[in-house]
């Protein structure tokens, strides 16, 4: 997918300014300010193929990513379809925390075989974020597919389709 940016300052002749090529495509959009978090998909991807990726967007005729994270496995997805994919992936500003529901198959690393061992993995994805960087925090693990997730006096509430689990995010 492209990252098209738009001059709205006319709404009535709306003007594409820019546009930036980026590998796989994108679920879901929240803009804060002159960035804007993405949650996306890449099959590609060696990192996972769920990824959330930052973009600066204060130059529109030069949008840019600024920073990118993969996880879930090569054969990563969601407990939601694309239609409710917003009420899944959930920015805490306050926290500069990304959360993400999904479940996963990751083959071993030890063997490049395509047939090869692995484990399926479901959770909630923990991303830090700032103005400038995004880093894999960890992963809060799950009994059967996740599918939200948020944050009550300093303890992250995962639910999934057979459980809702507490977690202490402190360290």
């Given at each position: 997918?492209?990252?098209?940016?738009?001059?709205?300052?006319?709404?009535?002749?709306?003007?594409?300014?820019g546009e930036l090529e980026i590998p796989g495509w994108i679920y879901h959009l929240e803009p804060r300010g002159d960035r804007i978090v993405a949650l996306g998909f890449d099959a590609?991807?060696?990192?996972?193929a769920i990824n959330v990726s930052?973009?600066?967007?204060?130059?529109?005729?030069?949008?840019?990513?600024?920073?990118?994270?993969?996880?879930?496995?090569?054969?990563a997805?969601?407990?939601?379809?694309q239609n409710r994919i917003h009420k899944a992936f959930t920015l805490l500003d306050e926290l500069g925390l990304v959360l993400v529901p999904f479940s996963g198959w990751q083959?071993?690393?030890a063997d490049d075989d395509a047939?090869?061992?692995?484990?399926?993995?479901?959770?909630?994805?923990?991303?830090?974020?700032?103005?400038?960087?995004?880093a894999l925090r960890?992963?809060?693990?799950?009994?059967?597919r996740a599918r939200r997730a948020l944050v009550h006096?300093?303890?992250?509430?995962?639910?999934?389709?057979?459980?809702?689990?507490a977690f202490d995010i402190t360290d």
């Open positions: 997918d492209p990252l098209f940016t738009l001059d709205l300052s006319d709404p009535a002749h709306p003007v594409q300014t590609s991807s060696s990192q996972g930052l973009f600066d967007v204060a130059d529109l005729a030069a949008p840019s990513l600024i920073s990118r994270v993969g996880f879930g496995g090569s054969w997805d969601f407990g939601e379809d083959y071993d690393e047939w090869s061992c692995g484990h399926y993995t479901s959770g909630v994805q923990l991303v830090d974020w700032t103005d400038d960087a995004l960890g992963v809060a693990p799950s009994h059967g006096r300093d303890r992250l509430l995962a639910m999934s389709d057979k459980a809702v689990a």
